[in-house]
């Protein structure tokens, strides 16, 4: 792991390879603000050396990793992950992407809910796709997806797995439709701990709401929310492509 050391406030540099990425704390009235990146550890999608070959550098803890991760004025995170990225050893495909330090046990573990508040305004051309967020399974399942929130070329939907690995056995629960590259749109993302997924996202003031039941070979296995930019890649990747999303808020307890 390789990660650079900043003291609030001031901005340094993490040099990868032949690659030079910028580091740099909120600065200015407001800074602190927006999303807080305490108690999150961040992968980026570039290898240690500065290439997209090797295993992606997490930053932990997180902090800002422009080009990937940037602040904004308004104090709100911008997230960029290009195709052309380097992949985690169980993916095709690149992210920018938060992990929770702090984990619990799906279904049985009190209430546990992700918050966003999100702009999508760059999709993958290969794919038109980014998962935006997910509660993903941890410790002896840190490979293993299960449930993840889709922006999909203005579709919004989750999709839970109902097997313990990667595959095609997965239920869909759509929650928006026709939200516009730029939109922003919430959404949240809970395990109620009584055995229930609760699904809601909201766009210009209409709320849709989704209820899953945790699937029985998913109860009380170790799990982590994880929220990002995680571009789906379909197809080869070219120069400048890849996906942007802006979040304004985001939370997870």
Not at 129 to 144: K, N, P
Request: glycine residues 10%.
């Amino acid at each position: 792991m390789v990660r650079a050391l900043a003291a609030p406030l001031l901005a340094c540099t993490l040099v990868l390879g032949s690659s030079t990425f910028a580091f740099s704390a909120p600065v200015g009235p407001g800074a602190a603000e927006g999303p807080s990146l305490d108690g999150w550890r961040l992968t980026l999608p570039v290898d240690s050396e500065g290439g997209t070959d090797g295993d992606p550098v997490v930053l932990d803890p997180a902090e800002l990793a422009p080009p990937f991760l940037s602040r904004a004025e308004d104090s709100s995170l911008e997230f960029w992950a290009p195709t052309l990225g380097a992949t985690t050893s169980h993916s095709g495909s690149p992210r920018t992407e938060l992990v929770a330090d702090e984990g619990f046990a799906t279904g049985t573990d009190g209430e546990h809910t992700l918050t966003a508040e999100v702009a999508v305004t760059q999709v993958p051309d290969t794919s038109r796709t980014i998962i935006l967020g997910q509660i993903h399974g941890d410790q002896e399942l840190r490979s293993d997806p299960y449930v993840l929130l889709y922006y999909d070329d203005g579709e919004v939907y989750a999709k839970v797995n109902q097997q313990l690995e990667s595959g095609s056995n997965y239920k869909k629960y759509p929650l928006l439709d026709e939200v516009r590259l730029g939109d922003t749109f919430g959404f949240t993302v809970t395990d109620s701990g009584n055995g229930d997924l609760e699904l809601t996202a909201t766009h210009e003031g209409a709320t849709e709401e989704k209820s899953a039941p945790v699937p029985e070979v998913w109860s009380g296995r170790p799990v982590r929310f994880q929220a990002g930019d995680y571009a789906q890649l379909k197809g080869e990747p070219a120069e400048d492509d890849g996906g942007r999303a802006t979040f304004t808020k985001l939370t997870a307890s």
